[in-house]
């Protein structure tokens, strides 16, 4: 399964300012500094059904430096991956992967500096799953092979 850290505008590929990657900056509530989600679209759900666990329900997602978080699926329409607590999977993707500050927003110049746009999650079992990330491109790659 392949997850994209980026949205279209236009047809242009943009990191959220106020959400995904970025959701520590949005509006409204009092946000942690390090709150962030991974998307998932409506095309995964629809392609892949029974791929992650029902929402709510918490999976171990091990990350590749070793650490294994608690993570669930969230929000409405089930579009988004969480950790418990949220700052680790901040910690790992955007201190440790992208060399981000706190505050300094997550870009699609950064993703691309960086080589890679998406991340691949492997389901090892119901409630076992891994993380990393993948070149740019591979979820444009991973897309076109889905039905829509």
């Not at 959701?23 to 989600?37: F, M, P, T």
């Not at 500050?101 to 076992?128: C, H, P, R, W, Y």
Request: hydrophobic share 35%; with cysteine.
């Amino acid at each position: 399964m392949i997850l994209p850290l980026y949205g279209h505008k236009n047809k242009q590929k943009f990191v959220f300012e106020k959400s995904a990657l970025n959701q520590w900056n949005a509006g409204g509530r009092k946000r942690n500094i390090s709150e962030v989600y991974l998307q998932i679209t409506a095309n995964i759900h629809n392609n892949f059904p029974d791929f992650f666990p029902p929402r709510d329900k918490y999976f171990k997602l091990k990350v590749p430096t070793g650490e294994i978080l608690q993570a669930k699926i969230c929000q409405d329409n089930s579009k988004a991956l969480m950790t418990n607590p949220n700052k680790a999977l901040s910690n790992w993707l955007l201190r440790k992967v992208l060399k981000l500050k706190e505050e300094e927003l997550a870009t699609i110049e950064k993703l691309n500096l960086l080589g890679f746009d998406s991340v691949m999650i492997q389901k090892q079992s119901d409630d076992e799953f891994s993380i990393d990330i993948v070149k740019t491109n591979s979820y444009e790659n991973f897309k076109d092979k889905l039905k829509r």
